[in-house]
């Protein structure tokens, strides 16, 4: 139960960052993409499960406030929870690699996606300006982001371990 109320305000706190704080910090024009760091964190740490839904939620809340249809987001974000979670096997916590790359290569996925879904669906076919001042700005930005905001997050995350190992013990 604590996991669950824990995970749910990190989904709420990661959303108000990335929709507001960020927004005020607009770097090359960019916010880097909060939640999509969340969401590959959890998924390589807790494995697919909890990543998935860690992604679903979010990507709802996305949906809800900004999204041009109700799903694409929530989507989007799950299908990245599920891939992620494929290299909970392999992941080590000592390990800052694996996780800042999924970080980068999720963000680089996300971005040609809203590029299709947006751009060229609206017949704007200049990919390699849209790479070079949108896509690589906010993959930077974000994975410098997610170098600290997965410190944090690992730390969450031991606690957590720790508080339901303590409680596993007890009984």
Known sequence: M???VVTAITILVCFLLQTSVF???KLADTVPNVLL????????MRG???????GFFGGLLLDIFYGSWLGGFAFIYMLFGFVDGLFNQIYYSDDNFLPIIMIGVNDLVYGIIMYIAYGLLQNHM?????IRSIILPEMVYTVAVGIILYQ???????????KNKGSADFV
Not at 37 to 44: D, G, P, Q, R, Y
Not at 152 to 162: A, G, H, M, Y
């Open 2 to 4: 604590r996991r669950i």
């Open 23 to 25: 927004d005020l910090f």
């Open 126 to 130: 200049h990919i390699l300006f849209y």
């Open 152 to 162: 944090i997050l690992l730390r969450i995350n031991d606690w957590l371990e720790k």
């Open 37 to 44: 760091i969340l969401v590959s964190s959890v998924s390589v």
């Open 48 to 54: 697919q499960k909890e990543g998935m839904l860690t």
